[in-house]
């Protein structure tokens, strides 16, 4: 499997290996051979500003000609998202009972779970609106635990809102039969349900299509990073979404020197051996530890470079 192949790529990983630069540089890459890209970080310890130098924030950036960027902030998607339920229930709700209405959302505003719908509602709207006018949609993801919890939701949310409608649709039928002789009532809860339905199969439509999208994982020749990606490889597999590549990061070179690294080099040979071993149904693109911090574009273009050329050897 080539990385450079899909519409949408997520990148992820535990913290610390690699994430963002992988990111950044399969999205320079991409503008470079002229597509249209935007790169997106749903990590609220966003790097993006940092790694192309310059301020991106909340709203789509121009970076170079064809790439773009968006750093999603979670508390003003989470605020977005709590206005917008505000706005669907407002027109269905008692007038008298708007006041604990919204201090019940206030509540829920607060609550686990809550950060994790907005910043997913934010990612359907990227997936289903965004790809019109991209050529490739790259994501720098959190940490693995929440990248797992985000690519869930899909799947988790689906089955809860079907139990709405269902008990939504009921309730109606039963309200028609008491009330309007049989006919059917208006329910607009039960439209706006439908539509947040429909986006959803959309979204988990796209995430499971391995024609359009990819994910791949970056880790160190370490032992928690190759026992978290395994863990998060097999979470996703519940819900039927395939690992199909890794990028192993941070690879000393042949060349080291002194009894210090040596020994790294040997133990590091056992977690390659061990990588092989683990994740024997996945493609590996190993890149090497840099001399230097990825700190200019240049270097970031010599990162995208050699994942480009580890690609193409394969």
Request: net charge negative; charged share 25%.
């Amino acid at each position: 499997m080539d990385i450079f192949a899909k519409q949408i790529l997520f990148v992820g990983g535990k913290g610390g290996v690699g994430k963002s630069t992988s990111a950044a540089a399969i999205a320079w890459q991409h503008a470079k051979n002229g597509y249209r890209t935007l790169v997106v970080s749903t990590d609220s310890a966003h790097n993006l500003s940092d790694l192309f130098a310059r301020s991106i924030g909340g709203k789509i950036t121009d970076i170079t000609g064809r790439l773009q960027a968006l750093e999603i902030d979670s508390d003003k998607e989470t605020d977005r998202y709590m206005q917008s339920v505000r706005e669907n229930i407002h027109n269905v709700v008692h007038p008298e009972m708007m006041e604990e209405v919204h201090r019940q959302l206030d509540t829920a505003k607060a609550s686990p779970g809550a950060e994790e719908a907005a910043l997913f509602d934010k990612l359907i709207s990227i997936i289903l609106e965004e790809r019109k006018h991209f050529d490739r949609l790259v994501f720098d993801t959190a940490p693995t635990g929440h990248t797992i919890r985000l690519l869930s939701l899909p799947e988790l949310l689906g089955v809860w809102i079907e139990g709405l409608l269902g008990k939504r649709q009921k309730t109606n039928e039963n309200y028609s039969r008491l009330l309007h002789d049989g006919e059917p009532v208006e329910d607009p809860i039960y439209d706006v349900l439908r539509q947040r339905q429909a986006r959803l199969a959309k979204a988990r439509e796209l995430l499971l299509d391995s024609n359009q999208t990819e994910f791949v994982f970056v880790l160190n020749p370490e032992r928690l990073s190759i026992l978290e990606t395994e863990k998060a490889i097999g979470l996703l597999e519940q819900y039927r979404m395939q690992v199909t590549s890794l990028i192993i990061n941070r690879v000393l070179p042949d060349d080291v020197d002194g009894a210090f690294f040596q020994e790294r080099k040997r133990q590091e040979a056992a977690y390659l051996d061990l990588i092989n071993q683990t994740f024997n149904q996945q493609e590996m693109i190993h890149v090497p530890l840099f001399r230097h911090d990825i700190a200019t574009i240049e270097q970031l273009e010599s990162f995208g470079d050699l994942l480009v050329n580890s690609c193409q050897q394969r």
